[in-house]
T-cell receptor, first 113, second 115 residues
Framework: QKEVEQNSGPLSVPEGAIASLNCTYSDRGSQSFFWYRQYSGKSPELIMS????GDKEDGRFTAQLNKASQYVSLLIRDSQPSDSATYLCAVNLWGTSYGKLTFGQGTILTVHP | DVKVTQSSRYLVKRTGEKVFLECVQD?????MFWYRQDPGLGLRLIYF???????EKGDIPEGYSVSREKKERFSLILESASTNQTSMYLC??????????????FGDGTRLSIL
């Protein structure tokens, strides 16, 4: 079983819709969770960090964390074509040191006009 | 803003050459990382460093070495480049601030081609 798993995608949504990206992880004691956006040919860019259960909102982005169920999700409201990218979920799994992150394989999101 | 700078965006080398990839960060971060990213394989950790002169192997260290002589600089070395090392190489850094862990910040990447 993969340690960090994302919904396989690709995901296609119309402009203005809500895009929902999901990620599950293997270790219940994990404490730090991050979402990165990666445009084609570019490097990953941090868009959200979340550490506590519940929702965290930043503009059109909302991260949701449920440690009991071991999942973290990212909602993008009012999706725009410029949101088309690969989204990477990253987790600092319990027991890892030195800030190491385990990345999911990524979900490709396409927002069509 | 955190700035992680990789020395080259594109690099072309020949098999058997010794290749150096340089990474510099300007935020006094303790942790630095080298990844490679290949289609369908995701991000794979090659090496990381948590302090000057300290290093640890990641998931795929074979064929690579690293050097960290100064806190802000982390170098990846391909000892004898081979075609299967053609890839996108990404450097990242993060701050140590107890728990929880801080995010990693990435450089722009180096697309390396070995001919």
């Amino acid at each position: 079983q993969k340690e960090v798993e994302q919904n396989s995608g690709p995901l296609s949504v119309p402009e203005g819709a809500i895009a929902s990206l999901n990620c599950t992880y293997s270790d219940r004691g994990s404490q730090s969770f991050f979402w990165y956006r990666q445009y084609s040919g570019k490097s990953p860019e941090l868009i959200m960090s979340i550490y506590s259960n519940g929702d965290k909102e930043d503009g059109r982005f909302t991260a949701q964390l449920n440690k009991a169920s071991q999942y973290v999700s990212l909602l993008i409201r009012d999706s725009q074509p410029s949101d088309s990218a690969t989204y990477l979920c990253a987790v600092n799994l319990w027991g890892t040191s030195y800030g190491k992150l385990t990345f999911g394989q990524g979900t490709i999101l396409t927002v069509h006009p | 803003d955190v700035k992680v700078t990789q020395s080259s965006r594109y690099l072309v080398k020949r098999t058997g050459e010794k290749v150096f990839l340089e990474c510099v960060q300007d935020m006094d971060h303790e942790n630095m990382f080298w990844y490679r990213q290949d289609p369908g394989l995701g991000l794979r950790l090659i090496y990381f460093s948590y302090d000057v002169k300290m290093k640890e192997k990641g998931d795929i260290p074979e064929g690579y070495s690293v050097s960290r002589e100064k806190k802000e600089r982390f170098s990846l070395i391909l000892e004898s480049a081979s075609t299967n090392q053609t890839s996108m190489y990404l450097c990242a850094s993060s701050l140590v601030r107890g728990t929880p862990n801080q995010p990693q910040h990435f450089g722009d990447g180096t697309r390396l081609s070995i001919l």
